[in-house]
Structure formats: C-alpha cells, structure tokens
C-alpha cells in the first residue's frame, strides 16, 4: 500500500511558475517509477512527466523544454518543476506511483492538486 500526498497548486498568471510535490509513504520499496498526470475538464488523463527508480526521465512533448521532474530520494518526495506555464496547461494534476509486479503494473494515485494558469 502507498499513499500519495501532492501539493503545491494554485494560480499562476500565463508565463509563471509552479513547483508540486509529491510524497510518498507506506511499501515504497514496491515502486518502481513515478510521475505526474494531469487531466483538464472533459479530456482524458494524460501523462506529463515520469521517473524511473534509476534516474530515467520521459516527458509528453506539450511540456518538453518547460517542466522537469526530479525526485528527493531521502524524502521519498517527487517534483514537478512547471516554467512557463501556460493556460493550456490548466488541469488537476495527480501524482502517480507504479508497481511493476508479476502480475503486471499497479498504479497508486494522488489525491490530485488544480493548477490553473491566467491569461
């Protein structure tokens, strides 16, 4: 069992910035990666930025070059660092940690934090 505490969201005028963090408690031995979806009023849920337990980094090409993701390994604690926010880039953005075990993924989810960006 892993639970996810997410903050970090507010509003931000279009070109700001935003850091989110997310931590994690309980089995964390079980993850195996960890990253950042987030989801605007009547779209799906779309993965911004994920990182492997080895370091690995991947991000969904709206955010490229804007957003980065790093992890505290002491503090158990992932961040989504968002420069020049966009007001596309509204949406409540949730946390995500994966399991990869042998009976395939598992995916544990924030409480999810609103992100909203003025125009």
């Known amino acids: 069992q892993v639970q996810l505490v997410e903050s970090g969201g507010g509003l931000v005028q279009a070109g700001g910035s935003l850091r989110l963090s997310c931590a994690a408690s309980?089995?964390?031995?079980?993850?195996?990666?960890m990253g950042w979806y987030r989801q605007a009023p009547g779209k799906q849920r779309e993965l911004v930025a994920a990182?492997?337990?080895?370091?690995?980094?991947n991000y969904a090409d709206s955010v490229k070059g804007r957003f980065t993701i790093s992890r505290d390994n002491a503090k158990n604690t992932v961040y989504l660092q968002m420069n020049s926010l966009k007001p596309e880039d509204t949406a409540v953005y949730y946390c995500?940690?994966?399991?990869?075990?042998?009976?395939?993924?598992?995916?544990?989810w924030g409480q999810g934090t609103q992100v909203t960006v003025s125009s």
């Open positions: 995500n940690a994966r399991h990869d075990g042998s009976s395939g993924e598992y995916d544990y």
């Open positions: 309980g089995s964390i031995f079980s993850i195996n990666a």
């Open positions: 990182i492997t337990s080895g370091g690995s980094t």
